[in-house]
């Protein structure tokens, strides 16, 4: 079992998230077998850098996961996205944006479940993942890569 394993979505409209995390890496993957992606994010002191997907179908990870907020520019050769999350306890909540509009993030962390929601409604996603040891702001932002790589994924498809 993975330190950090669940879905984002549901059992139709979704993605498995599955990462073994090392105490400085989280490395895993967004998706299935077939359609997914890779991915791998380091954490040293309070920057984060990584990758999720291959050079040309993914997205960089850069910012800041700390103990009190998570700010992290999401950028591919299509788009950028930012996080903007504010953590405080078990909640971390705030907001997933880009140029025009966004999706608010409300999760909230149970023992060593991560529950919650990215964006409202029909295109909104709710998050159920086991998080193990995984410090919670790199948990929140995985979560958000996944619904990121989904939504990109869904819109590059049609």
Known sequence: MADLDGRIGGALGGYDLHADWDGERLSGRIGGGIIGKDFLLTLSGNRVSGRVGGEVIGFDAVGEVG??????????????DDLRLKISGHRASGRFYWEKSGKDVELTLHGQQLQGRIGAGFIGKDVNVNIGSVPLGLAALAAVAAYKAFVDDQNNSS
């Open 67 to 80: 103990a009190t907020h998570v700010e992290v520019r999401l950028s591919g050769r299509q788009s950028s």
